[in-house]
């Protein structure tokens, strides 16, 4: 078997972090750690895409103003989201004067940027690199699913797309958290081809991530304070831990991103999702707790599901892909 | 390493079947015939209105109604207010001609962002097409169907 693991010897860390969040994912669970929360979720801008863009461009913008840092000295940005053609990370990238590496790995792509961001600094070939996710609601909805106004119902296995964005700066000094190490996911796919489970199409990824996480850091589940998974939602959650148990492991402390993004009023169901999720639950509410030390040492990964609306409507099943890092504060 | 065949995984999906939350039924229908039900109450006194009122009468009578109907449809829409109406009834509000009204409404209104022609204009059927087509092919399949059956009768 390949390795996925890769360990950092020079420790990178995550400097600081930036999240702006719609008024919905305010008023919930993690609001009041979110750095900057909408009024209105058009942002000032005229369409909603344009929203999401300038979400991503004012968080990358003050992550690098929180840290201290100049802009002339960030190297590059690692960067994705959700709509087709990543058009929102590519347009942000547009206002900056350095490097921009595009991602995609749908809802993963914040630890997927971490990862490469790590790596990137670990091997002394940067300094200063920074990684930021973001998703709409609105162009999600249009995207995969119906017009907004239309009188639908959702099915309630389904799970409702963060407004949201997070940035976060990965560099070499300072006393900050450090990514330890990072493991790289496979594609599984179970077969599940119904787009609006996501979190079913993503749990087998997740176990297989986690597993090989433990099989190559040598470690176990409790030797982590924390296990935080991007947005499996409360299905995805209880089918991974079914299916890690039968791995022989049990992760009492595990937590899902789409879990406790929302308070669960309206119609989101299995919490919330998209690549806003983990990014903004990680970078405000678990930053803060890794900088005050209330986390030592925890996972974080990220799960997305690879479909597009044309897989879906041609009856392919959806792949799941999840990545991990090991962050210790 | 060779290369990995598919792994499909029955046990798992019947797993996610068995843990799946399920759309409670008895209470969408009732949701829906009530809310469905109570639009064909406002259709009928629509209709009573414009007879006793406008002394309108027959297939004009029917057509006027629905074209009240759709533009109430619409307006709703345009309000969001329908929205949230149909995340309550369900086909309730589908079923009427005003959720006929409101899949035409909300994707001109959501693509109008691409322009009017592009946005607007292409994209304000992509809800109702498929309704129209099977709707239009099935009438006239019937139509053909109800002909040669009054030949052979006659």
Known sequence: ?329 | MKAKTKDYNEEYLNLVKRLAPRTNEPRSLFNAFIVGGFICIIGQFIRYFLMYVFGIYGDELAGATSMVLIFIGCLLTGLGVYDKIGHYAGGGSIVPITGFANSVCSPAMEFKSEGYVYGLAAKMFVVAGPIIVYGISASVATGVVYYFINLLSA
């Open chain 1, 1 to 329: 078997m390949g390795k996925s693991t890769i360990f950092f010897k020079n420790k990178p860390r995550i400097i600081s972090t930036y999240t702006i969040a719609g008024p919905k994912e305010a008023q919930a669970n993690v609001g009041k750690f979110i750095h900057e929360t909408l009024i209105d979720d058009r942002f000032g801008e005229d369409t909603f895409e344009k929203a999401e863009c300038k979400m991503l461009s004012s968080c990358i913008q003050k992550a690098i103003k929180n840290s201290g840092k100049s802009l002339n000295e960030i190297d590059a940005l690692i960067s994705g989201d959700l709509l087709n053609q990543i058009i929102s990370a590519s347009f942000a990238a547009r206002d900056y004067d350095f490097s921009y590496i595009g991602v995609y790995n749908a809802c993963s792509t914040i630890v997927e940027s971490m990862s490469l961001a790590g790596a990137l600094v670990d091997g002394g070939y940067m300094k200063n690199v920074v990684v930021a996710t973001g998703s709409h609601f609105a162009t999600a909805e249009r995207q995969y699913r119906y017009p907004l106004e239309l009188g639908s119902t959702r099915p309630p296995q389904s799970q409702w797309t963060v407004t949201g964005a997070g940035a976060a700066l990965v560099s070499t000094d300072g006393i900050f958290p450090k990514i330890l190490s990072a493991t790289f996911g496979k594609v599984i796919d179970f077969g599940v081809t119904d787009a609006n489970n996501m979190g079913a199409a993503m749990a087998p990824s997740a176990c297989e991530t986690l597993v090989t996480l433990f099989n190559e850091t040598k470690t176990s589940p409790s030797d982590y304070d924390l296990i935080l998974t991007g947005d499996l939602g409360a299905l995805g959650t209880r089918l991974l831990k079914i299916l890690i148990e039968k791995r022989g492991y049990t992760i009492d402390n595990h937590v899902d991103c789409g879990e406790i993004v929302y308070n669960i009023k309206e119609e989101e169901y299995q919490g919330g999702s998209g690549a806003g999720c983990s990014a903004v639950v990680f970078n405000s509410y678990i930053y803060d707790k890794l900088l005050k030390g209330e986390i030592k040492k925890m996972i974080f990964m990220a799960t997305g599901a690879l479909l597009s609306t044309v897989s879906t409507q041609q009856g392919e099943s959806i792949p799941g892909i999840s990545h991990a890092v090991v962050i210790e504060s």
